[in-house]
């Protein structure tokens, strides 16, 4: 008789078991900093930080490189590798300068250390974000690369008695042509060790490059994802260590009364239920139980001080408040004036939803305690997709009274961010250190939400109302601007507020709209940033997610007024911006602007947008289907982000960056009934579908300027595209998100 089961196997052990059964199961094991020898729970894969000592024999020239004796070089990378590619890049980088193999460059992330691996942008802390990673390592990764070279070079001279002029360096090997001699980087690895290290190493001439904007190499995190082998936080298992699940409040600002917790006690597998500050934790011997134990818990909450306004009553409150002068933010000329002697004004309200993060991995942290190595302090470790680590390693030592260096944070892989793990509160990190405090501290806690948790209790976009009027001269020249925006401030009461918000405007708030690229003689920006109680951060392109739509939309339908064609009068307007120029010219030639009108019921829209340091030009199409409903089919990309580290990586983010900006354009919406969060899954939360991305293609502008952003600027710019393609298609403008023909 044949037996039939079903084996419910992990996506993870899955993976690994194909790879295993294809061609030999690979299993990485992470070595961890300080030498010392690594117990079972510090065994992991790719993804885990180990940027400590070298090994005796090993060459560790600097914060970044460490060459083995085994020949392998090991690149220390300080910023978060969430699926945007950095660890490719900042890899790139290292190997271009030294002449490296990419077969043997390994990159490692960074410990917890702003004096050596600080954000260059950011001063004295560490973290990854706001498309900054390359931009503001470029220099610093090169200059690691060339003085390790240099190093080498310097030991093989030595060794050989030849002068280091003489001595080439190719592919991972030291050579030098006259005598025949030759050496790998392993085997130079301990004599370079001593070789004084230079102040300021000689950089490659850009024209030599063979790999920075050359060649299209696969990515370091690739095969590790494929194969099951790389480390994210749900895949961290610790002796003892409990998993915990918390029953937060389903109002912003309601309070815990009681709870009865009887009948979570009684689900096998609850180990024991805590109190801490946003609500009632319950701990299991695995996910299952304590999700289900925290599903059983009977809470009562105090609502009386809770916030129960709706989405529509949020944005009506917004209408009135856009009807007064906000906080000045921009004033050039006499904009009064300007519309009562312009020939033609146009007035238009814009308004976006908020928007949750929706990363594929939720969010989650394991902290365990640590006795620390021989002269270290006893502390907790931190496990997890680290992205803000100064800001995050201070608010855990505070929850647990212990100094920030006691908190040693390991870096593994994120499953996406968009922004939600760089919290300037780290709430959910916050949030495990309570729970690991209340549940005696002596053994390892994960804490994990729930796609529920995340869609309701996360911290969201905020929603924002603009209001613009615009007015053109007898011409069709734009001669007036005024623009009101209204919405809530991410960075008033975080610790960012000092740099971030100037005369009480938060310049998140306002950039893409504070400054345009067109010329307008007479300019007039104001802001207004209502205080709510609903939680909410920087998302992916932060402000110009909202500005973009607005203005994009609006020189759209001023060049219709004009009787100009929109890529034309744009270009009129933008003398003194030649990148987003070019882009946009770019765009429009690759995107057939000029080809002849598409048939009827199809449309094609163009706009072009600068964020992060990047020039975004997109021309969009579409089809309406003749049911109420329409389809991107195409969408053309330009962009000039500088100096292009990986092509095939700026290709993949913009074509990322452009889809994550479709869902929102198309799909993704947070709304609140009575201040209640009314989503809870993709099922409601909608993001946009393999089926439903169009055709893309990324053209990259050629240049020799610093390296700018590519993980965000592809953002904004499709909801305007994709606006103005309709309008285009149906005769009609669209001014609200996410784009219904029925609007």
Known sequence: MIQRKIVNVSRRGFLQLSAGAAAGLTIGVWLPARGQMASPERVAGPGMAGGGSAAA??????AFIRIGTDDTVTVVCKHLEMGQGTYTGLSTLVAEELDARWDQVQPVGAPVDAGRYNNLFWGEVQGTGGSTAIANAYEQMRKAGAAARSMLVGAAAA??????????????????????????????????????VPDAPELKDPAKFKLIGKAFLPRKDSEAKCTGVAQFTQDVRLPNMLTACIARSPLFGATLRSYDDSAAKAIPGVAMIVQVPTGVAVLGYDFWSAKQGRDALKVDWDT???????????????????????????????????????????????????????AMETMDCVITPDAGAPGETAGVRVI?????????????????????????????????????RANP????????????????????????????DDTRAGYYRPLYLHKVKAGLDASGRLVAWQHRIVGQSIITGTAFEPALVVEGIDQT????????????????????????????????????????????????????AAGQDPVDFRVALMGEHPRERDVLKLAAQQGGWYDPPL?????????????????????????????????????????????????????????????????????????????????????DYQVLRMDKMPEVEV?????????????????????????????????????????????
């Open 159 to 196: 060794q050989w008695q030849v002068p280091a002029a003489e001595i080439t360096v190719v592919d991972g090997m030291v050579r030098h042509p006259k005598s025949g001699k030759s050496a790998s980087f392993g085997e130079l690895a301990e004599a370079a060790a001593a070789q004084p």
């Open 304 to 358: 009386s001080g809770a916030f129960r306004q709706g989405s529509d009553e949020i944005l009506s409150n917004y209408r009135t408040l856009a009807q007064t002068p906000g906080k000045p933010v921009t004033s050039v000329g006499d904009t009064d004036q300007a519309f009562a002697d312009a020939t033609t004004v146009l007035e238009a309200e814009y308004s976006v939803p908020y928007l949750a993060h929706a």
């Open 384 to 420: 997890n997709g680290e992205q803000f680590q100064t800001i995050d390693q201070q608010a855990i030592a505070g929850v647990l009274g212990l100094k920030p260096e006691q908190v040693r944070i390991e870096m593994l892989y994120a499953g996406g961010s968009f922004g939600r």
């Open 57 to 62: 024999g090993d060459f560790a020239p600097n």
């Open 425 to 452: 509160q780290s709430d959910y990190l916050v949030e495990a250190a309570q729970i690991f405090k209340a549940a005696g501290g002596d053994k390892p806690v994960k804490l994990i939400w729930t796609r529920e």
């Open 509 to 560: 708030s306002v950039e893409g709209a504070k400054e345009i690229p067109y010329a307008v003689p007479n300019r007039y920006v104001d802001l207004h940033s209502p205080q709510l109680p609903v939680t909410v951060q920087w998302w992916r392109a932060v402000g110009s997610t909202h500005t973009a739509f607005a203005v994009e939309c609006m020189m759209d339908e001023l060049a219709a």
């Open 599 to 683: 048939p009827e019921g199809r449309g094609r829209g163009i706009a072009v947008h600068k964020s992060f340091g990047s020039y975004v030009a997109q021309v969009a199409e579409v089809t309406l289907d003749g049911n109420g409903g329409f389809s991107v089919d195409r969408v053309v990309i330009a962009v000039d982000c500088g100096t292009v580290v990986n092509p095939d990586v700026v290709v993949a983010q913009m074509e990322g960056g452009m889809g994550f900006g479709l869902s929102a354009a198309l799909l993704s919406e947070i709304t609140l009934k009575e201040g209640a969060v009314e989503q809870s899954n993709f099922h």
């Open 699 to 743: 053209h990259i502008v050629p240049s020799t300027e610093p390296p700018t952003g590519v993980g965000e600027p592809a953002t904004p710019v499709i909801a305007p595209a994709v606006a103005n393609a309709l309008a285009a298609a149906t005769g009609k403008r669209f001014y609200q998100l996410p784009l219904r023909l029925a609007a």
